[in-house]
């Protein structure tokens, strides 16, 4: 409808690239349309959420690095010029995304206030054009945890691990022989990542629970019996609601399938955060802390 070329990147990732080619006016069209689908989204969400306000339709552009001066301008007076002009937020990204010279330029705002931001980027992009060659940005796909049980590698997969390629149980009997326990930051997910490229092969698929009952050390390198110890979360008050569960389900299922003690702080008064602490061996907290991050 739009007579706008349009490109969708393939990939299982978290988030995907939309290329637009064509015309000015083409594109404008394209972006209309992508724009005012958002807000529908949006809406429908609505209908089943107590929420009150109606959050702003959000775009994220990825425009080369070279070409972001020009869009900020001298002391910020172009990028503060769009605001005014169409009312929409337009933030640009300090650094460049990961392996790429582009860097990502968010806008939020009414369907029509977003039209009309990205009218305006398309001017200042076609007045200044790419300095140098452009690295594009390209979206990893999301990796996936692994758990190693009784010498077989598992992946994840919402409540089941399946069984991994034969590479990936080699990989980690090599890892036992060699690689010593570090203790993982908060950031760091739980477990060896390993992504491997081609189709996986399963055999069978066991509940979760069963391959961690199978397999209580599950982190390479670790003793038999290493040394408990403490570690401690902060979760905003909001989010604590979804750790815990209904009458504590989802807490105690982490601390079942963990095997690690979990302690939940009670809410202080004028504090919009709680405090968990976790006590356990390393590989216990490890896992304990993964169920949290991902609940």
Do not use: W
Request: charged share 15%; aromatic share 4%; glycine share 8%.
């Amino acid at each position: 409808q739009s007579g706008a070329r349009i490109n969708i990147s393939e990939g299982n990732c978290p988030e995907r690239i939309v290329t637009i080619t064509g015309p000015t006016d083409a594109i404008f069209k394209a972006f209309a349309m992508i724009a005012y689908k958002f807000e529908e989204d949006i809406t429908n969400s609505m209908s089943n959420s107590t929420a009150t306000s109606k959050p702003p339709v959000t775009l994220r552009l990825v425009v080369p690095a070279s070409q972001c001066g020009s869009l900020i301008g001298k002391g910020g007076s172009k990028i503060k010029e769009i605001r005014e002009s169409t009312g929409a937020q337009v933030q640009v990204a300090g650094d460049m995304l990961p392996n790429s010279t582009e860097r990502a330029v968010t806008i939020s705002g009414t369907p029509d206030a977003i039209i009309q931001c990205v009218k305006q980027i398309c001017v200042v992009m076609l007045e200044s054009p790419p300095k140098g060659a452009t690295i594009p940005y390209r979206p990893k796909p999301a990796s996936t945890p692994v758990i190693f049980a009784g010498g077989q590698a598992y992946t994840i997969q919402g409540q089941y691990a399946i069984p991994h390629p034969d590479q990936l149980t080699k990989l980690h009997q090599l890892a036992m022989q060699q690689t010593p326990f570090t203790p993982l930051g908060q950031t760091t997910p739980a477990f060896p990542v390993l992504t491997v490229a081609g189709k996986q092969r399963s055999s069978i698929v066991l509940p979760l629970q069963a391959v961690i009952t199978m397999s209580p050390c599950i982190c390479p390198g670790l003793d038999a019996s290493p040394p408990a110890s403490t570690h401690e979360l902060t979760i905003p008050n909001d989010l604590i609601g979804c750790i815990i569960g209904r009458q504590g389900t989802k807490i105690n299922e982490i601390r079942q399938m963990s095997g690690a003690q979990i302690k939940i702080a009670n809410a202080t008064e004028g504090s919009s955060e709680r405090q968990i602490t976790i006590t356990g061996t390393p590989a216990n907290i490890s896992l304990a802390q993964y169920l949290i991050n991902a609940r």
